[in-house]
């Protein structure tokens, strides 16, 4: 059993958002975000980096002996507490025909991370690093949602993506005082970071219209707030601005604002045709190391 609300304490948007989800529907949106917490905590803890290692292999261990775990077994574990929300969460993979590569995708991106320095320097790195730690989240969300249409499936891979992006531009500073560059740290390159997030937050947009009906409002709501966290950003409009603002969020004065801009796109997606998918050429250049179809 989940003792913490993991999407209250670290999640406030889609918290936010998923006010609008039926009950049932929260507790599996939150059995997904306490397992993807549960690995960024061990990624992003500041113990030991061999620490961290083994910390991680045990959580991997765990998902490689699922069918077979025993009482002895589980006494081999630093934080026994873990096993229960890693079996929730292949629980929930299992009912929702998740597919476990999709998991492992999601483990990979954020074991990537456990290094003394992380340091892209081209796209591709960017793009692949986003799919693995939030596009596959975006896709396990929408089997959640009992998503079946491809192109909103990868509407919610690109959902992830744009959300990714926004974190990795505002976490810029923090990022690189523990080794991590994702993008370098200049203005230059935030405003480019949250303008490519921008396309495939527009990529998404259309996709929502086959979300099933009575879910569609939460992601459209969580889409505007997590949006509006580049905007903020943006509107720092240089480094130094950026640095001394510390966390960058959306208040709820702010949450409150963009819900009810949310309105409006409930009802605009009426309205549109389901485009077909504008960020190929990206999912393409993800190609280049793993096929996104077999994901699908």
Not at 17 to 32: I, N, Q, S, V
Not at 172 to 184: A, L, M, N, P, T
Not at 210 to 218: N, S
Not at 272 to 283: A, D, G, I, K
Request: hydrophobic content about 40%.
């Amino acid at each position: 059993m989940i003792k913490k609300n993991y999407l209250a304490i670290y999640a406030k948007s889609f918290n936010w958002a998923g006010f609008f989800l039926p009950r049932d529907t929260y507790e599996e949106c939150l059995k997904l975000y306490t397992f993807c917490r549960i690995l960024d905590d061990v990624a992003d803890s500041d113990q030991n980096l061999e620490i961290k290692k083994k910390r991680f292999n045990e959580i991997k261990d765990v998902i490689k002996l699922y069918d077979e775990l025993t009482k002895e077994y589980e006494t081999k574990f630093t934080d026994n507490q873990n096993i229960l929300i890693i079996n929730d969460m292949l629980a929930l993979t299992e009912k929702k025909y998740i597919k476990r590569i999709i998991l492992n995708d999601l483990v990979e991106g954020i074991e990537s991370d456990l290094k003394k320095e992380v340091n892209f320097s081209t796209i591709k790195e960017l793009l692949v690093y986003s799919y693995k730690v939030a596009g596959t989240v975006g896709l396990m969300m929408a089997k959640i949602l009992n998503v079946k249409d491809s192109r909103a499936l990868k509407g919610a891979i690109d959902l992830g993506i744009a959300m990714q992006l926004t974190n990795i531009a505002r976490d810029v500073v923090e990022d690189q005082k523990i080794g991590r560059k994702y993008i370098d740290q200049d203005f230059k390159n935030i405003q480019d970071t949250l303008q490519l997030a921008d396309t495939f937050y527009e990529s998404s947009f259309s996709s929502i219209k086959k979300i099933p009906f009575r879910y569609r409002f939460t992601i459209l709501v969580d889409r505007r707030v997590y949006r509006q966290i580049g905007k903020k950003i943006i509107n720092k409009r240089n480094i130094e601005n950026y640095r001394k603002s510390g966390k960058i969020y959306v208040n709820n004065y702010g949450k409150i604002y963009q819900t009810i801009l949310s309105v409006g796109d409930f009802i605009k997606l009426f309205f549109v045709n389901l485009e077909n998918h504008q960020r190929s050429n990206e999912h393409n250049t993800i190609k280049e190391e793993l096929d996104i179809n077999e994901r699908i």
